[in-house]
């Protein structure tokens, strides 16, 4: 496609709940990364993938977090159990190449958890 | 611990005076900067960078400044327009590329007064 790719744009949901956002990145692009933003906060970076190699969740808050990157393309970002202050705006990015520091947004995801 | 900051949280500005916006960083290994803008239910958009090795970087009415003794970036808009109004997010780059993301600052919110 045109654009990084996001969806659902709006998700609400209950605590305890799973939830499972999904990203298409630029075709091409070998390197996917996933922000979030909270309230009044900045990016927080989650969690990169380049290629084949092993991501990097470092950023990964807890272990109800993870992704996964299928074929080297679409992303599925799942939050398990999900928690009130998961509430945030999570965005999707990707770059041609690691050491290419112009990342493409997607609009994001905005996560409410009841 | 912020490695990117950007203390102000929102700048006002008249149409057609300049806008600056800036950010400070700690780390000193930070090997390249870059400005991103954000308009509302929108994801962050490349807006201009700058290797550590310059001081200045100029596109069109956007000029990024660079002080790496004072660990200090400023982005400036001249003239400022109201389609500038937005957020802005200041980034910085591990040296080498090896880290596989950007630290954003929190972001300062500009409105452009007509």
């Known amino acids: 496609g045109a654009g990084v790719s996001q969806s659902p744009s709006n998700k609400v949901t209950e605590k305890g709940k799973d939830v499972e956002l999904r990203c298409d990145p630029i075709?091409?692009?070998?390197?996917l990364y996933w922000y979030r933003q909270s309230l009044g906060q900045g990016l927080e970076f989650l969690i990169y993938?380049?290629?084949?190699?092993?991501?990097?969740k470092s950023g990964l808050p807890s272990d109800r977090f993870s992704a996964e990157r299928t074929g080297g393309s679409v992303s599925t970002l799942t939050i398990q159990r999900t928690q009130q202050e998961d509430s945030a705006v999570y965005l999707c990015?990707?770059?041609?190449?690691?050491?290419?520091?112009?990342?493409?947004f997607g609009s994001g995801t905005q996560l409410s958890v009841l | 611990d912020q490695q990117v900051k950007q203390n102000s949280p929102s700048l006002s500005v008249q149409e057609g005076r300049i806008s600056i916006l800036n950010c400070d960083y700690t780390n000193s290994m930070f090997d390249y900067f870059l400005w991103y803008k954000k308009y509302p239910a929108e994801g962050p958009t490349f807006l201009i960078s700058?290797?550590?090795?310059?001081d200045k970087n100029e596109d069109g009415r956007f000029t990024v400044f660079l002080n790496k003794s004072a660990k200090h970036l400023s982005l400036h808009i001249v003239p400022s327009q109201p389609g500038d109004s937005a957020v802005y997010f200041c980034?910085?780059?591990?040296?080498?590329?090896?880290?596989?993301?950007?630290?954003f600052g929190k972001g300062t919110k500009l409105s452009v007064k007509p």
């Open positions: 075709s091409g692009h070998t390197a």
């Open positions: 990015a990707s770059s041609l190449r690691t050491t290419n520091e112009k990342l493409f």
């Open positions: 993938f380049q290629g084949n190699s092993a991501p990097d």
């Open positions: 700058i290797s550590s090795i310059k």
């Open positions: 980034a910085a780059r591990g040296y080498g590329g090896s880290q596989g993301n950007l630290i």
